[in-house]
């Protein structure tokens, strides 16, 4: 008698994870794909520049002449470096002019936007100064704060006399006139990642405040401004390190000498200044280092104040 064949019945189980690993292995492949040329623009525009710029600050290059390793010797010559100084004062006073009222201004905006209106109208007119490009607002500004023929000067003469004037680009006033205009340019912008933040937050929290009889004032302390932490960190610490790297709107406010007198030399135009004018391009990384290590420690401190990792709505 003929014996039965045998039929062997795979567990569907053991085809499974093949299959579960090769749609996996698919996806990876596929997202690689699509995030490689962003890769090569880090790799090729930020990783090894920044890598560079660490050798660099190492050496004695001049751009010209074959640079020599000389240790930590342009970072010796940089804490006693007065102009490196001054110039990381007057770029620290930009930043604290800028930063905390670009901040409140976009806060009390995207507030306004939230509660009264949310038209697709409204925000793209509050976006539209930062479509401008940075040189354009700069050269509008200039001859609308003009001390001679501005429509600014024109109102405070019509107002307080015709002998009053206000010279907003003096000496001691240009640094606050191009973080006034700075201020105007990125308002909107940043008043729409807040905005964008506050239609995150669940309407059953306020809808629980109002039962348990919260003001206004209360709501917006204990509730939407620690709902927000988050985004509010994210606006000051991507704001900051902007900035902190200030050099165009200053180029095209000031004289190519650096403005009246030393007033407009903030710490990016001494970079410029040190590697494409004097040519010292060791020293000048050096100060780009310092820059960057300033950026890092001021966005680790932000990061930790704000507790930027951690959401109240969990």
């Not at 988050?230 to 650096?258: E, K, M, N």
């Not at 970079?271 to 020293?283: D, E, H, K, S």
Request: hydrophobic share 55%; charged share 10%.
């Amino acid at each position: 008698m003929e014996k039965p064949k045998s039929v062997s019945i795979a567990h569907p189980s053991s085809a499974a994870p093949r299959r579960l690993f090769s749609l996996k292995t698919k996806e990876m492949l596929i997202a690689g794909i699509f995030i490689l040329p962003s890769l090569i623009g880090l790799l090729t525009f930020v990783v090894f520049p920044t890598l560079r710029a660490f050798y660099l600050s190492l050496t004695n290059s001049n751009l010209i002449n074959r640079a020599d390793f000389v240790g930590l010797e342009n970072y010796t010559r940089l804490i006693h470096d007065k102009q490196f100084w001054a110039s990381l004062k007057i770029t620290a006073e930009y930043v604290l002019l800028n930063i905390p009222l670009q901040t409140i201004l976009a806060l009390a905006l995207a507030m306004v936007m939230w509660r009264l209106t949310k038209s697709t109208v409204v925000r793209a007119i509050v976006f539209l100064p930062y479509l401008v490009p940075m040189m354009m607002v700069m050269l509008v500004w200039l001859t609308v704060l003009h001390y001679d023929f501005g429509p600014v000067n024109g109102l405070i003469n019509r107002f307080f006399g015709p002998n009053a004037r206000f010279n907003f680009f003096s000496q001691t006033s240009i640094i606050p006139s191009i973080a006034l205009v700075n201020t105007w340019r990125h308002v909107g912008y940043v008043s729409l990642l807040l905005f964008a933040g506050l239609q995150t937050i669940p309407a059953e929290v306020y809808e629980a405040a109002a039962i348990d009889g919260a003001n206004g004032w209360n709501v917006f302390t204990r509730i939407t401004l620690p709902l927000l932490r988050p985004v509010i960190a994210f606006v000051v610490v991507t704001s900051l390190v902007g900035a902190f790297q200030v050099y165009d709107r200053v180029a095209v406010a000031a004289v190519p000498s650096g403005g009246p007198g030393d007033s407009t030399r903030v710490i990016f135009w001494y970079i410029v200044n040190l590697a494409f004018t004097r040519f010292q391009m060791g020293y000048a990384s050096a100060v780009a280092v310092a820059l960057f290590l300033i950026c890092a420690v001021i966005t680790w401190f932000n990061m930790k104040s704000f507790r930027a990792n951690e959401s109240d709505l969990g």
